[in-house]
């Protein structure tokens, strides 16, 4: 099975801008991965904010956006707030079966 | 607004089974299963169509893991067997709902400890 990679961890200061990406143990990523994206706060069950790349939700604030960035994923998060302090965690699909990554710990600090 | 609600939380003895279920109340096409290991990243089990009773499931539990569906009350069941203490988990379903953008919602997630 494939293997999903994210960094582990990052720190963005307030207002300031951070890019958390998403890669493939099979090779790069595109778009026929469908790259979701998720955050997850504790207790709480996943939230989707990007799907098919770069699409919103409609409840997904605007500083998110996604994107391909070289041959990974790309989530952006720009004008960080401190709310925005959770877990995000991709996911790419491989043939329709979904692989998730093992999550990104974003601080806001 | 779509609402999927799960069933409660369980506890189980190694090599046992569980039985989880995901009832939507909205339109669902399909649904995806998703655990939770404490502490850890999620992990995708597989999917079920409620609406066709087509399923795929993820190698990691291929043949121990069993989905069915119930159309007429929109609802999806998980079930997996010879449980171990690995599988203590929160347990999560998410709607597909055969348009772009699945896993738009899901359930409040059912804790599932193995215990002997």
């Known amino acids: 099975q494939a293997v999903v990679t994210q960094e582990p961890s990052l720190t963005v200061s307030p207002e300031g801008s951070v890019t958390l990406t998403c890669g493939s143990s099979?090779?790069?990523?595109?778009?026929?991965?469908?790259p979701f994206w998720f955050q997850q706060k504790p207790g709480q069950a996943p939230r989707p904010l990007i799907f098919d790349t770069t699409d919103r939700h409609s409840w997904t604030p605007a500083r998110f956006s996604g994107s391909l960035l070289g041959d990974r994923a790309a989530l952006t998060l720009s004008g960080a707030q401190p709310e925005d302090e959770a877990d995000y965690y991709c996911?790419?699909?491989?043939?329709?079966?979904?692989?998730f990554g093992g999550g990104t710990k974003l601080t806001v600090l | 607004q779509v609402q999927l609600v799960q069933s409660g939380a369980e506890v189980k003895k190694p090599g046992a089974s569980v039985r989880l279920s995901c009832k939507a109340f909205g339109y669902t096409f399909g649904i995806h299963w998703v655990r939770q290991a404490p502490g850890q990243s999620l992990e995708w089990m597989g999917w079920?169509?409620?609406?066709?009773?087509?399923?795929k499931y993820s190698q990691n539990f291929q043949g121990r893991v069993t989905f069915t569906g119930d159309s007429s009350a929109n609802t999806a069941y998980m079930e997996l067997s010879s449980l171990r203490s690995e599988d203590t988990a929160v347990y999560y379903c998410a709607r597909d709902p055969a348009a772009p953008g699945e896993f738009d919602y899901w359930g409040q997630g059912t804790q599932v400890t193995v215990s002997s």
């Open positions: 079920i169509s409620v609406v066709t009773g087509h399923t």
């Open positions: 099979t090779g790069g990523v595109t778009s026929g991965h469908y």
């Open positions: 996911s790419l699909s491989y043939g329709g079966a979904r692989v």
